[in-house]
């Protein structure tokens, strides 16, 4: 079984929709069940590679390799490091809580919502997966059909705005990359991503490839200023959609850089690496005050994410200033490690907000802040959480908040002390947008009497909110497990950031 | 004069002639209430038909009739998905035209007789049987056009049809005939060799470029496109969606004949002719689609800009593009077949099915239609894991390859352009309500259902397994 662990982690899910989806909608119960088995036992089996997974080896582990298209010479080749470790595990992590946190919110047609996501579970945890770049190109694609159908049927008045500017924003970016990747196949004769990493580009070539996967992934990620699909499909899109949107998909984006720009095209990379960081620096200062303005709490999440998924990019190209600049190594890991640990607990911390936010929904289907206030005064136990979840996402100590974005700073001001205040600046930007809304919608006097109504969480809402705090605490007390296991792996990849193409 | 080992070669041909003709006759003495016999025996033949192509496919090119007729590997794939085609045109069609009283001996003669010009028009080996190839084709075509005699759609549609055919094969022949002035054959093998030692290259070149306004009509690719839309609308659905598979793959056939076969070695001046071509259809067929209301006519400028990706292939004008532009082909002809199919399965007596706003709030009407739906517009957006991703990134590829990046690069920009108008039938399909009132009643065929499935299905199977298919291809044009 081992020998095919992540094959079975990939196609688990997405077999498993078929019973679900079969079992129709004359049985929402048994669909509901059958998807909570499914993605339970795709989290298990996620279990085992902490096992099977030998986090001292720095090469890729766990590797399966079919000739899929003899003519072409493309394989279906999957192997996983210590970074695709970290992130299959959060993707089966919030597969479960997402199919809990949808168990009676979704009445309209829930098979197909649950056969959707776990068809989405399957593809996310493939494209982590994937060591050929066609097949990770296909999973990276594939993923936007279920997401499609998932905001587009399950979502808000503005749904199908959304989810078609969704698909086509993504879609633009990504066909670009296609472009790229044929151009490097007929290069090199192969799609494997470790042959792309050798082979030899000039300047001119690394360039163009460069903007091309950028064109990519900063869509995913979001980075400014293509970021403006994410506010649309997250306030459109129904919770469970919006937690994996956050939480999962994004750090596709991130880790697209890893695999592709990284490896593949770092003299351009290093080059043009003031482009990315300066973006991320626009991301994190300017976004954090589009977030502090909004009325609608899902959208001043959605940007908090794009806030905080600069802190990702940022950490990964300010590297290129460290290691070739200064070579710095020490500074260069810590930087990444920062963003990895980030891409981690963003993935933990986003998901639980907007957890919360649907919680909130489902009782008085209203995102805007304006129509709370005083919540704590009937759901106390909702309360607790909120704050939590808020205090992590403002970056606290003893939160997993706190650690990614402190690496990230401290290898900043080494490289430039500068870039280090603006960063910073989000310890202060993130902490208002997000303690304020806490304080519009929890405490006060109940002014609304809808929201006098309201009753505190029940046991299903509870188990996802306690497994979603357990995640962000555990990481923000004792997060050396987690960078134990992408330790070496990052370490690589510093690594490799030194060596030149041309 | 002609030997045994000549009507060996063209057994499939000549047996689907007479099969024809017997089924002819059958008809004219059977009883209506009997039509079903003719239904599924004119379904046998086509199965035979498929079955002799490929059990007597020799392992070497062979030439019959003087060189007049090839049958090699590029012959035999298209043969056998040009007959498939039919086969599901004809599993399709039967409860829709019932309903319309359409139900008659003709449509399958005529279908026949069709497919019989198709598959001279790729076996050819000289100029005459390209013409008379596709000259059964496209009369017959006319005749099924015009089928629903009472439409003043159809018969419209019908009329266009015919004179802008008949300006097309007049221009390809003329152009032939320059051709034979500059080189003295129509033996496309002798013109191989003599095209590059013409003493009148300007002749020659004329000629090519007639030559190339007959293949892009009957591609349908822009500027040769006007008869495409009128004749999908107004045609009924179960022609249209003959004219929108079979006849695309003789296309790609006739195109391969004529431009490599024959003029191989003008490649440099054809090629800069179909990237233009190229160009042309994706950026009319995909800004077009864009406003269409009506799914077949919307349908109808999806093929205009499928066109333009087989060009695509085309133009690298080597052993990989051909492979590329054949699997195109096979690959619109499956999709093709698949979305006119899910149209008649929705269609019955009275009511077409034909606008986008029909199909609303589908999923909640019948799910597992929306989801063959949803495939079939995926894969004609090239999106993967459907085989229309594959084809597309292989025609990409060949255009790379033949160091026109830009021309990938455009083909890039109009599949996001394109993705637009399907994703529009998807969210019709999911994300609307149905209409009051109005209600979704399925064709109850069960082979209808069953066929349909699995053609759907087929789009996502060849989506991850399409190296046996690619590799099929690939096989045919030897480097």
Redesign the interface.
């Known amino acids: 079984m081992f020998n095919h662990l992540l094959s079975l982690l990939i196609w688990l899910p997405i077999v498993g929709a078929i019973p679900v989806l079969l079992a129709g909608s004359g049985r929402p119960n048994t669909a509901r069940w059958i998807s909570l088995l499914v993605a339970v036992l795709t989290f298990v089996l996620s279990l085992f590679l902490l096992t099977q997974y030998n986090a001292a080896d720095s090469s890729k582990q766990l590797g399966e390799s079919y ?6 010479g493309v394989h279906y080749g999957l192997a996983v490091d210590g970074i695709a470790v970290a992130l299959i595990l959060l993707t089966s992590f919030v597969g479960i809580l997402v199919i809990v946190g949808a168990w009676e919110v979704i009445q309209n ?1 829930p098979h ?1 919502y649950m056969a959707a996501m776990l068809v989405l579970e399957g593809l996310m945890i493939g494209v982590f997966c994937a060591t050929d770049a ?1 097949l990770f ?2 999973f990276f ?2 993923m ?2 279920p997401m ?2 998932l905001i ?2 399950w979502g808000g008045p503005r ?2 705005y959304a ?2 500017k969704f ?2 924003y993504t ?2 970016g990504s ?2 990359m ?2 790229g990747l ?2 490097l ?2 290069k090199a004769g192969s799609f494997d991503l470790a042959t792309l990493a050798a082979l030899p580009l000039s300047m001119r070539e690394q360039t163009w490839l460069f903007f091309a996967f950028l064109a990519a992934f900063a869509v995913k990620v979001p980075m400014v200023p293509v970021h403006t699909w994410l506010p649309d499909a997250h306030v459109e899109a129904p919770t469970g959609g919006s937690v994996v949107l956050a939480a999962v998909m994004l750090k596709i984006g991130g880790y697209g850089f890893l695999r592709f720009s990284l490896p593949i095209v770092p003299d351009a990379s290093e080059a043009y690496a003031w482009v990315v960081i300066g973006l991320s620096l626009i991301a994190v200062v300017y976004i954090g005050y589009i977030a502090l303005v909004q009325d609608d709490m899902k959208k001043l999440v959605a940007y908090s994410s794009v806030a905080h998924m600069g802190f990702v990019t940022l950490g990964i190209f300010i590297a290129f200033m460290l290691v070739r600049g200064a070579g710095n190594l020490d500074a260069t890991k810590l930087g990444m490690q920062g963003a990895m640990v980030q891409m981690i607990s963003h993935g933990f911390v986003s998901g639980a907000m907007f957890s919360c936010i649907g919680v909130l929904y489902d009782r008085l289907h209203s995102r805007q802040i304006k129509d709370y206030g005083g919540v704590i005064n009937v759901m106390p136990w909702f309360g607790f959480f909120y704050v939590l979840f808020a205090m992590a996402n403002s970056g606290l100590p003893g939160t997993s908040g706190f650690v990614g974005e402190f690496q990230v700073i401290l290898a900043s001001f080494q490289a430039n002390p500068w870039i280090a205040l603006f960063a910073a600046f989000t310890l202060i930007i993130g902490a208002a947008y997000t303690l304020w809304m806490v304080k519009r919608v929890l405490w006060g006097e109940v002014t609304n009497p809808h929201v006098a109504e309201m009753k505190d969480i029940n046991g299903r809402e509870a188990f996802v909110l306690i497994a979603f705090a357990a995640a962000v605490i555990a990481l923000g007390v004792w997060p050396q497990p987690l960078i134990h296991l992408m330790d070496s792996s990052v370490s690589q990849l510093v690594q490799q950031l030194g060596n030149h193409k041309i | 004069m002609p030997n045994l080992n000549d009507i060996l070669i063209m057994l499939p041909e000549l047996y689907l002639v007479a099969a024809a003709c017997l089924l002819l006759l059958l008809d004219a003495f059977m009883k209506p209430e009997q039509r079903s016999l003719l239904h599924w025996l004119s379904i046998a033949v086509v199965l035979v038909a498929i079955y002799l192509v490929i059990s007597g496919q020799p392992e070497q090119p062979v030439r019959a009739f003087g060189g007049m007729f090839v049958r090699d590997g590029v012959a035999e794939i298209l043969k056998t998905f040009a007959l498939l085609c039919v086969a599901l045109v004809f599993v399709y069609s039967r409860s829709y035209l019932a309903d319309r009283k359409l139900y008659v001996g003709e449509f399958y003669t005529l279908m026949i007789f069709a497919v019989i010009g198709v598959m001279l028009l790729v076996s050819a080996g000289n100029l005459i049987t390209v013409y008379l190839g596709l000259e059964l084709l496209t009369l017959s075509s006319y005749a099924l056009v015009a089928l629903n005699r009472d439409s003043k759609l159809s018969s419209e549609a019908a009329v266009k049809y015919f004179v802008l055919g008949a300006l097309a094969s007049g221009m390809l022949l003329y152009g032939m005939s320059m051709v034979y002035g500059a080189t003295a054959t129509l033996d496309l093998a002798t013109l191989h060799g003599a095209a590059a030692h013409t003493g009148v290259p300007n002749l020659l070149l004329f000629g090519m470029i007639f030559m190339i306004i007959g293949i892009g009509f009957k591609l349908g690719a822009a500027p040769f496109h006007m008869w495409i839309p009128d004749v999908y609308q107004g045609a009924p659905t179960a022609v249209t969606i003959f004219i929108g598979s079979a006849p695309k793959l003789a296309a790609f056939g006739m195109a391969y004949r004529l431009l490599e076969a024959g003029l191989g070695d003008l490649s440099a001046h054809w090629q800069q002719m179909l990237a233009a071509l190229a160009v042309l259809s994706l950026a009319i067929g995909n800004l077009v689609a864009i406003v269409q209301t009506n799914l077949k006519r919307l349908l109808a400028y999806s093929t205009i800009s499928h066109m333009g990706y087989l060009l695509l292939g085309l133009v690298n004008a080597g052993p990989e593009g051909y492979a590329s532009a054949l699997f195109y082909a096979i690959s619109y002809a499956l999709m093709g077949t698949a979305a006119f199919g899910v149209i008649m399965a929705l269609a019955r007596a009275g009511f077409e099915c034909e606008e986008i706003d029909d199909l609303k709030g589908l999923n909640q009407r019948s799910p597992w239609m929306a989801f063959l739906m949803m495939l079939v517009m995926f894969s004609l957006a090239g999106v993967p894991p459907l085989f229309g991703f594959f084809a597309k990134f292989l025609v990409l590829q060949s255009a790379i390859h033949a160091g026109m990046l830009w021309l990938a690069i455009v083909g890039a920009v109009f599949a996001i352009i394109g993705l637009y108008y399907y994703l529009r039938v998807v969210k019709v399909m999911y994300f609307d309500a149905p209409v009051e009132g109005t209600e979704i009643k399925l064709q109850q065929d069960p082979a209808l259902r069953l066929v349909l499935s699995l053609n759907a299905l087929t789009l996502l199977v060849l989506g991850l397994a399409w190296g046996p298919l690619l590799g099929w291809c690939k096989s045919v044009f030897p480097g």
């Open positions: 000739l899929w298209i003899a003519s072409l047609r197909q066609l190109y296909v694609e594939a936007l059909i499609f159908i587009g049927i749904r199908v989810t078609l698909f086509i879609f633009l066909i670009f296609l472009v044929i151009y196949y007929l």
